[in-house]
């Protein structure tokens, strides 16, 4: 017989875990407005956009002050003269203040930052920082000995400015700022010279057109990060939306959960009031139609006495079935385990269960897998289980048809109970609502006689308390099978038997 296979999972049925509070949900809200309010054009948006410039100028603070560097140790070597070190000192001078700007700006909070006040510090300290390249561009060498200098300092000028376009590309303006006066500076002094030489007009055009290009880039630059600080915007909104709609359903479910244990509680209560009275009218109910104390003179009286005992019966087992459900959900209903064997649980359910399936002209076939261990449970429980299935798939079996029950080994070394009949079937749909308490199938109810609707529910519940996983597998026209797994943990190691003597006598003679 082939194996079922199953991965048992534990599982609640109510979980009375707490969960976020009002004020976890009061300071979600506050959060999600706060993150909507960072938008591209908000004060806080620009104070983002000053605190990346300022982060990138101090990650790159030793790019352009090495260049100076460079480039003033081959002036050296070529022979211009002191003034190049005095310009290298200056530059770095005026870089430095920009960088100390900007290690201020980073070390300030970002609410605490005034965007325009920083802005224009920035700005500031670019126009600082281009005075520098201000005096690279007018230092002359008469006396060098590099030929076409005004060109060597266009291609100088020409890749600080590609360097500070790419640096300074979150804060729109710093490119200009910074490079505007050493390129007026370098065109005013090629004019002035009294030779004019090809290459050197063309670097100077060069370096004249590159201003705005260079522009235009780093202003694509920008946009490119205001689009991606938007982007994380949107992204930061839609989680915090996603966390403010999961602290609500946290706290809706809590309250949920809250309102379904005192529903429990209280239908444990109650249904434990019902029964003391319930037992009386049953009692009496029976006496009046035994006639224990004397005669009935109207037949009607008798027939009364044993339909109200009859309801009364009825009654009382909906109300067990009500207790059961609600101790199960209330965490109250207690197990009184031990070793028992499934096989001898199911086969006594099934004698049980076989005057009524008889009724109703179904044959009940039982497949048991032989030698199973004993499982240590609850038998009350399991036979419980065991009836609630056999009863709900005689009822639901035609006339003429077949239920089998089945025990044996699950894949992960468990056991399980499999009782299928072939019944109308149930709508894949609907199955949440037959597991629910009180739920039936629209097409059940049509074609088999009525049921409160807790059996399958305490079944579940019953399971679950084991450890184990109930299953509901169905199609319609097709039958139903119910399959309610237990898991290995539950499932007891035979022991090996104890030696005889004569046994300990011949392992005794084989040692000598």
């Excluded at 079922?4 to 959060?31: F, Y």
């Excluded at 005026?94 to 920083?118: F, K, N």
């Excluded at 063309?202 to 235009?216: A, K």
């Excluded at 031990?338 to 399936?357: F, Q, R, W, Y």
Aim: aromatic content about 6%; hydrophobic content about 45%; some cysteine.
């Amino acid at each position: 017989m082939a194996l079922l296979r199953s991965n048992t999972a534990d599982k609640n049925i109510v979980d009375r875990r707490k969960a976020n509070r009002n004020s976890d949900v009061a300071r979600a809200v506050k959060r999600t407005r706060d993150r909507l309010s960072e938008q591209a054009g908000n004060p806080l948006f620009e104070r983002e956009l000053l605190k990346l410039h300022a982060r990138t100028m101090l990650n790159t603070a030793l790019a352009l002050p090495l260049m100076v560097m460079a480039v003033s140790a081959l002036g050296l070597y070529a022979g211009v003269g002191m003034n190049i070190v005095t310009w290298a000192m200056v530059t770095i001078a005026c870089y430095g203040g920009l960088v100390l700007i900007a290690r201020q700006i980073v070390r300030t909070d970002q609410a605490e930052i005034h965007p325009v006040l920083v802005r224009r510090g920035f700005l500031l300290g670019h126009f600082v920082s281009g005075m520098g390249w201000a005096y690279f561009a007018w230092i002359g060498c008469g006396d060098c000995q590099v030929e076409q200098f005004p060109a060597l300092k266009a291609v100088v000028l020409l890749l600080a400015m590609a360097a500070t376009a790419i640096i300074s590309s979150a804060l729109s303006g710093a490119l200009v700022t910074t490079f505007a006066l050493p390129v007026g500076v370098l065109a005013l002094a090629f004019g002035l010279s009294p030779v004019w030489e090809p290459v050197e007009a063309i670097m100077v055009g060069l370096l004249i057109v590159s201003l705005p290009f260079f522009t235009y880039v780093a202003g694509h630059l920008h946009a490119s990060t205001l689009m991606l600080l938007s982007f994380r915007s949107e992204k930061d909104a839609l989680i915090a939306e996603l966390e403010t709609a999961k602290s609500m359903s946290d706290e809706a479910r809590r309250r949920a959960e809250e309102a379904n244990l005192a529903k429990s509680r209280f239908l444990a209560t109650m249904s434990h009031e019902l029964r003391t009275p319930l037992n009386a009218i049953l009692g009496f109910s029976e006496v009046m139609a035994n006639e224990v104390l004397g005669p009935l003179e109207n037949e009607t009286y008798r027939d009364y006495a044993n339909d109200i005992n009859g309801s009364g019966r009825h009654l009382l087992h909906l109300i067990n079935e009500i207790l059961d459900l609600s101790r199960i959900e209330a965490g109250r209903y207690q197990l009184t385990e031990e070793p028992i064997t499934l096989e001898g649980v199911v086969e006594e359910c099934c004698h049980l269960m076989e005057l009524k399936a008889r009724n109703k002209d179904i044959r009940l076939i039982q497949q048991f897998e032989p030698q199973l261990p004993r499982m240590f449970a609850d038998e009350r429980s399991l036979r419980q289980v065991t009836l609630n299935l056999l009863s709900n798939a005689i009822k639901f079996a035609p006339s003429g048809s077949e239920v089998r029950v089945r025990i044996g080994w699950t894949a992960g070394g468990g056991q399980y109970i499999s009782v299928k009949d072939n019944g109308p079937g149930i709508p894949e749909d609907e199955i949440p609502v037959v597991l629910s308490a009180f739920g039936q199938g629209s097409i059940a109810i049509k074609s088999a006689e009525q049921g409160t609707g807790l059996g399958l529910p305490i079944v579940q519940g019953l399971v679950a308390l084991h450890g184990g996983e109930f299953q509901l597998h169905s199609k319609l026209r097709e039958g139903t099978e119910a399959i309610a797994i237990f898991p290995p943990q539950r499932v007891m190691e035979e022991l090996p038997a104890l030696p005889t003597r004569e046994k300990l006598w011949a392992a005794a003679g084989r040692r000598r």
